[in-house]
């Protein structure tokens, strides 16, 4: 008979109830939305990463990790192949030039990377030279580099000039692949330092380890980190995307303001619930009063007024959970291959209805300690 | 026998902003069972205050009040509402009955509170509804009944628990002639048959007829009927 009156209470302005149930509908669904694009940011980051791992030193990305540590990496199961480099950080005539170049074993690297595309005649004239360096499309056509050019690079990390003789230009697999880079030979920048600084030598800045299979990511990572851990250079494994991604702080902020508006969704939503929660109860103060006469305690309002706060937002939520299905299909389509996995999690789905129980019990706090307080003769009004 | 309701030197003000107001003072009365009394008075004397005080909605300052002899005033919020539930039944002036709730919803509402079985419930129900003569109403609606008979479903919830006593505010005051007629004649069967003690707050004199007591009450003072102003009323 309570839940009864409960359920008639609840639908008691069919409009209102119609309007607040379509907000936390609304509500939920954008919350969804939003919880699964993040969510599909990281799936994304992990599916893309394919097979490629890249280790470095635990501590930072600064400190260098030992020669020695590429034919222990060997060894670990999974493994197929490592290469490994070190950040050059050379400027091309002055700081504007800015671009990305490395010091990488390039035999291995540019085994493990087949997304870069050179001409075979090219690429075995670059592995030939010890002085030779490989660069993408983008960025001979920015100096206006032809093959057989000499280019020098001041050392900003490694002191001093270095020369450089363009032998490869590599092109991108496809549109995604950045062609804007500048590889040369890690023999050449180690044993360079063996001479002038010997203590710098055999360091490497971080290794890339080709795996048979994506399944086995995780486990590799963990079995990699394990063979050095409580040694002087511990590792961090990670996914190749997962390791750009730390450098892309830009990325870190757009998520933040994404959980960020998705909580302000749920506050918003919140006030409205409160507020249709509060005006009910105060237009039926008189039939709560009545309750009370009748000798309904507290705990009997309690219920009523909580139970049909928990009834709209349930209702809404439901039809919010639901709805975000086709909404993340649509969205998912309009988006294309940006995001190549997009779920919607059941982590999302537990957030969701966690939000709208949140949402449904605060709402009806007010009312009830309203409706429980005040005195029943006040209650009742001027009855004459 | 001794009387249902005895109070003694109730006294009972109001604050109006840092004045307060005297509503009742030094009020005693004896309620004999049985009694159906009625209690007139100019408006804004304080007999609704009266009423609430007997029927243990609000709190007297001094003065007790003993029905069946326990003292009243003394009981703590939640023993007050469990008292009432058992001793009092309700009749308003504008009915309150709660909207969403059939006729038959409305009446069972206060046996929620009792433990009874659902069947146990329906047999008082129709009981109460058989009394005030609307049994083929219990699935309407308070919206769909008119002002009398939504009063007559009020005394069926009022009388459904089988309470000490019946309180009335003002019940005719919101009905045409003919439906008050029907509500005072059903009030007189509950004295009359069933030997219900009624205390009714009326202006109407008509309805104070129908009574076998009255009190009269101007400024917070009570005195017996005065007859000049009695029938000064007629
Ligand atoms: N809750 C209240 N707060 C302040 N004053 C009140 C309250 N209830 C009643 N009063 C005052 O007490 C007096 C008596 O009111 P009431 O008992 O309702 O009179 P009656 O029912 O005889 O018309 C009135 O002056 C009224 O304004
Ligand atoms: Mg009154």
Known sequence: ?384 | MAPIIEIKDLTKSYRRGNQSIVVLENISLNIEYGDFLALMGPSGSGKSTLLNLIAGLDKADSGSIKVGGIDISLLSESMLAKWRSENVGFIFQFYNLVPVLTAFENVELPLILTGLSKKERKEHVTTALNLVNLEDRMDHYPGQLSGGQQQRVAIARAVVTDPTMIVADEPTGDLDRASAEEVLRLMERLSGDIGKTIIMVTHDPRAAKKANNMKYLEKGVLANAPEASFSECL
């Open chain 1, 1 to 384: 008979m309570l839940l009864k009156l409960l359920f008639r209470n609840a639908f008691r302005h069919k409009l209102r109830a119609g309007l607040t149930i379509c907000g936390i509908c609304v509500a939920i669904l954008a919350f969804g939305l939003l919880r699964t694009v993040v969510s599909a940011w990281y799936a994304g980051v992990d599916a893309s990463s394919s097979t490629r791992l890249v280790t470095r030193n635990a501590i930072s990305l600064i400190f260098p990790l030992p020669l020695s540590y590429k034919d222990k990496i060997r060894g670990v199961e999974g493994v197929k192949m490592v290469s490994l480099g070190n950040w050059f950080g050379g400027i091309y005539i002055e700081e504007k030039n800015f671009f990305a170049n490395f010091a990488v074993d390039s035999k291995t690297y540019l085994d493990l990377y087949p997304e870069f595309v050179i001409p075979p005649e090219q690429k075995l004239s670059f592995l030939k030279d010890r002085k030779g360096c490989v660069v993408g499309r983008k960025l001979a056509k920015r100096f206006g580099w032809k093959p057989g050019d000499t280019i020098v690079l001041r050392g900003t990390i490694f002191p001093g000039n270095w020369e450089f003789i363009l032998r490869a230009v590599y092109k991108g697999k496809n549109k995604t692949i950045d062609e804007s880079q500048f590889f040369f030979h890690w023999d050449y920048l180690n044993e360079t330092m063996k001479k002038v600084q010997p203590r710098r030598a055999d360091q490497v800045g971080f290794y890339i380890i080709g795996t048979s299979s994506p399944d086995i990511a995780a486990s590799t990572s963990k079995s990699v980190d394990s063979l050095f851990k409580n040694s002087f250079a511990e590792t961090l494994t990670e996914t190749e995307k997962a390791f750009q991604m730390s450098f892309i702080a830009l990325s870190q902020t757009i998520l933040m303001v994404i959980q960020l508006v998705s909580l302000v969704v749920i506050v918003i939503i919140l006030a409205v619930v409160a507020n249709t929660m509060a005006m009910s109860v105060r237009e039926r103060m008189n039939e709560y009063a009545v309750f009370k006469t009748l000798g309904f305690g507290g705990f009997y309002l309690s219920i009523l007024i909580l139970g049909e706060s928990l009834l709209i937002t349930a209702i809404g939520c439901a039809i919010g959970i639901i709805a975000t299905f086709p909404a993340a299909d649509a969205f998912a389509r309009a988006v294309g291959d940006f995001f190549p996995i997009f779920n919607i999690s059941s982590r999302t789905i537990y957030l969701d209805m966690l939000a709208a129980l949140i949402v449904g019990v605060v709402a009806a706090i007010f009312p009830i300690w309203r409706a429980v307080t005040v005195p029943i003769a006040s209650g009742l009004g001027r009855v004459g």
